[in-house]
């Protein structure tokens, strides 16, 4: 069935006005000047084809026509508000479901999550996906990808000094490390892993020398299992916390986000 083009502005006006009996209260309400009302007022009658209200010695009068729809109206309305509540229920779950690569996750994110926990009671659900995971496909919240920005969606950068070299502490050999995203087709490399992570694990074994994201390496350089080959070298790519335009208005979602990147 064909829906009929509902003038929603027009009606929460006429609701205001026939409670008030006064455009320049309604206008209070409605924080619109009382021109405004009467100009929504006038473009209802034209749409309905009725007189709603009369100006008589007394002030302003409801007609019949106008009274004989308030009723209904004003549950409409207390249905659209329920409506709305039900839509925004979700957002009262502390449940939030993060997709991030697997290097990220144990490297950085888990590590960061137990830094802001906090005794807070947000659940949190981590998927292992790589950078092309598809919000409409998954169950998603938010995601962490690796590039020059956001893409097609909204997003912040998460702070690194770019690119480090690394390797065993005291010395691990000169050999290369490659991973996909980095020296991963130089076919003189001493070890092949499959991401930054392995890379970054297989330097803290003394298996060669990885360049890896600074982000992730930051905490194993200080802890020790590796050290810096001289200084992080500036990257135009980097890792960035993603999300279309409705999940990212989420107060959860932007809740984690402010925690992550502060």
């Not at 021109?35 to 002030?59: I, K, P, S, W, Y």
């Not at 209904?72 to 979700?90: I, N, P, S, T």
């Not at 990220?104 to 659940?123: C, F, N, S, T």
Request: aromatic share 4%.
């Amino acid at each position: 069935m064909k829906r009929t083009h509902l003038p929603l502005n027009g009606l929460r006006v006429l609701d205001a006005a026939a409670r008030h009996l006064s455009f320049t209260r309604a206008a209070d309400e409605l924080a619109v000047t009382p021109a405004a009302v009467g100009q929504q007022v006038r473009a209802l009658e034209d749409t309905l084809g009725v007189v709603l209200f009369r100006r008589t010695t007394r002030g302003l009068e409801l007609t019949p026509e106008g009274a004989a729809g308030l009723d209904a109206l004003r549950q409409g309305f207390l249905q659209f508000e329920e409506a709305v509540r039900a839509m925004q229920a979700g957002q009262s779950s502390r449940s939030l479901t993060v997709a991030a690569p697997r290097a990220v996750i144990v490297k950085w994110l888990m590590p960061r999550l137990a830094e802001i926990a906090g005794g807070g009671d947000q659940r949190i659900v981590l998927v292992t996906a790589d950078d092309d995971v598809d919000f409409t496909e998954a169950n998603l919240d938010l995601a962490i990808r690796w590039g020059t920005g956001p893409g097609e969606h909204e997003g912040e950068a998460i702070e690194s000094d770019g690119m480090v070299t690394i390797e065993r502490a005291g010395g691990g050999g000169d050999g290369a490390i490659a991973w996909p995203g980095c020296c991963a087709e130089d076919s003189n490399a001493a070890v092949q892993v499959g991401d930054a992570g392995l890379a970054i694990d297989a330097a803290a074994q003394g298996l060669g020398r990885a360049t890896v994201p600074e982000l992730l390496a930051a905490r194993d350089i200080a802890a020790g299992r590796v050290a810096m080959v001289g200084d992080p070298q500036p990257s135009t790519l980097g890792y960035w916390l993603v999300a279309p335009l409705p999940q990212w208005r989420q107060q959860k979602v932007r809740a984690l986000v402010d925690a992550l990147v502060l």
